[in-house]
Each structure stands twice: as C-alpha cells, then as structure tokens.
C-alpha cells in the first residue's frame, strides 16, 4: 500500500519529508527541491523547479500542479546594501552579472528599481525578469 498522496503542498514551506508524500518524489529529490529553494531565496513558480540539475522532468509533468507558491515568503536580495559575493551566490548571477550590478550601484549611489539593471549589457530581459522576484531596492 503506498503512502504517496494526491495532496497540495505550498512549495516555499514544504520540508523534505512533505515532498516525499507526493507520488514520484523520493527522497533525493525532496532534497533536491529543498536545496535550490535555498539557493534562489525561495520559489516565484512551481516551473523553477525544471532548473534543478538532474531532476525527472517527466515526474515534474505529473507532480508540478499538486504545488501552490507563496511568494510572501521569498527572501530578498538588498541591491543596494549587498556584496559581489553574496550577489553571485544567487543561482541567476554569474559573477561578471554581480559585479556589473555591484559597479552600477557603486557609479549611480542607489538603484532604485529593477529598470535600472536595463542599462547592463550582461543581464538580459530574461535574466532581469527572474532577478525581479529576488531584489529589493530600498
């Protein structure tokens, strides 16, 4: 009899030992997601999951509905206040990106919203439009 349920988990609080409950999530993924939730600062939509390395894209197809995400509980990246180092260890930074934020920042005194990065040739639109969820400006 399997223990695995049809249940709904918010992804930004669910612990390792609730995603193994969901059919198709063992164990190592369950670490997986709970991993890179910490990476990103918490989860802006169920699909982010498909950036996991290695993860069954497949099992993902099935179990990605049974998620509800609370972007309340996303940790913020203080732009204006925040390293190269701590910029860069976000999984959407590499380091060339960090430190043209870091120098943009340090050039302008303040950055005051996310359409400032629009003038850094490093960062895409897509690459802004991730970062968006994760930045703060104030």
């Known amino acids: 009899v399997s223990h695995k349920r049809d ?29 890179y939730r910490e ?11 498909r950036e996991i390395p290695h993860i069954d894209q497949q099992m993902l197809d099935t ?3 049974r998620f509800t995400v609370n972007t309340q509980y996303i940790t ?16 959407y930074l590499r380091f060339e990106q960090a ?3 870091y120098e943009l920042r340090r050039n302008c005194i303040t950055l005051h919203s ?10 895409s639109d897509e690459d802004i ?5 994760y930045l703060s400006f104030e």
């Not at 609080?13 to 991993?35: F, H, K, P």
């Not at 802006?44 to 999951?49: D, I, T």
């Not at 996310?114 to 960062?123: A, V, Y």
């Open 114 to 123: 996310i359409d400032d990065l629009h003038s850094l040739p490093s960062l």
């Open 39 to 49: 990476q990103l600062g918490g989860y802006y939509a169920a699909e982010q999951l």
């Open 129 to 133: 439009n991730r970062l968006n969820h």
């Open 7 to 35: 249940t709904v988990l918010e992804l930004n609080t669910a612990d390792t030992s609730q995603l193994q409950m969901l059919r198709g999530i063992g164990r190592w993924t369950a670490v997986q997601i709970v991993r």
């Open 76 to 91: 913020l990246l203080p732009v204006n206040r925040i390293s190269v180092a701590r910029l860069q260890r976000h999984p």
């Open 99 to 101: 430190r043209d934020i």
């Open 63 to 65: 179990v990605l509905k």
